[in-house]
């Protein structure tokens, strides 16, 4: 069982910046792929990022293309995400999420992330 904690969320203006930091325990060793994703009020939850255990391959939704960047530090066992640009549809929940190497899907309890005009 791996268990995640977000931290890092908050209310910014648009334009601004945020980052967004997920640390891992428990059975870390099984960590495969980390993701950010996130939900606004009454959407469902969507993917934002991921990123491979080595940091090779990174994906990101369209709609954050260019503004936000997913990093992880497996030292740390700590994925981040790098918020830039920030608009208010960014505005929503944001979760952090591991998939084990056995396909287990893991979810942190999530971090409030504000953005007014």
């Known amino acids: 069982q791996v268990q995640l904690v977000e931290s890092g969320g908050g209310a910014v203006q648009a334009g601004g910046s945020l980052r967004l930091s997920c640390a891992a325990s428990g059975s870390i060793f099984s960590i495969d792929t980390m993701a950010w994703y996130r939900q606004a009020p009454g959407k469902p939850r969507d993917l934002v990022a991921t990123i491979t255990r080595g940091g090779g391959i990174r994906h990101y939704a369209d709609s954050v293309k260019g503004r936000f960047t997913i990093s992880r530090d497996n030292i740390v066992n700590t994925v981040y995400l790098q918020m830039n640009s920030l608009k208010q549809e960014d505005t929503a929940v944001y979760y952090c999420?591991?998939?084990?190497?056995?396909?287990?899907?893991?979810w942190g309890q999530g971090t409030q992330v504000a953005v007014s005009s």
């Open positions: 999420n591991v998939e084990t190497f056995r396909r287990f899907q893991c």
